[in-house]
Nanobody, 129 residues
Framework: QLQLVESGGGLVQSGGSLRLSCAASGFTLGDYAIGWFRQAPGKEREGVSCISSSGGTTNFADSLKGRFTISRDNAKNTVYLQMNSLKPEDTAIYYC??????????????????????WGQGTQVTVSS
């Protein structure tokens, strides 16, 4: 069964840190670019960050630069999102997703939700003021 499972969310104070994990089963994570997305209450789902199959990283929002870091461990079939200096506006459900476009393109990062075909159920991140 193809599956992505996010974990590591929780409640933190403003300025705190969390490390999210995205574990894959049923497919090889290293064959795909993996993106993190989030959806805050009353907001549209937005791209956060992405890591290519070769390890190159992309931040989809300038406001996240210097605070969020994405990484992957293909041997563990897992992608991580290290979140530092968290702010209340970071409160959201965080999702990971694998890009499932044709093979020649699927390793590359783009901020287009429709190109990601495998999605996890999300993990809640709440940042108190």
């Amino acid at each position: 069964q193809l599956q992505l499972v996010e974990s590591g969310g929780g409640l933190v104070q403003s300025g705190g840190s969390l490390r999210l994990s995205c574990a894959a089963s049923g497919f090889t994570l290293g064959d795909y670019a993996i993106g993190w997305f989030r959806q805050a209450p009353g907001k549209e789902r937005e791209g956060v960050s992405c890591i290519s199959s070769s390890g190159g990283t992309t931040n989809f929002a300038d406001s996240l630069k210097g605070r969020f870091t994405i990484s992957r461990d293909n041997a563990k079939n897992t992608v991580y999102l290290q979140m530092n200096s968290l702010k209340p506006e970071d409160t959201a459900i965080y999702y990971c997703a694998a890009r499932t476009v044709p093979r020649i393109l699927r390793h590359m990062c783009v901020d287009i939700r429709a190109s990601y075909g495998y999605w996890g159920q999300g993990t809640q991140v709440t940042v108190s003021s």
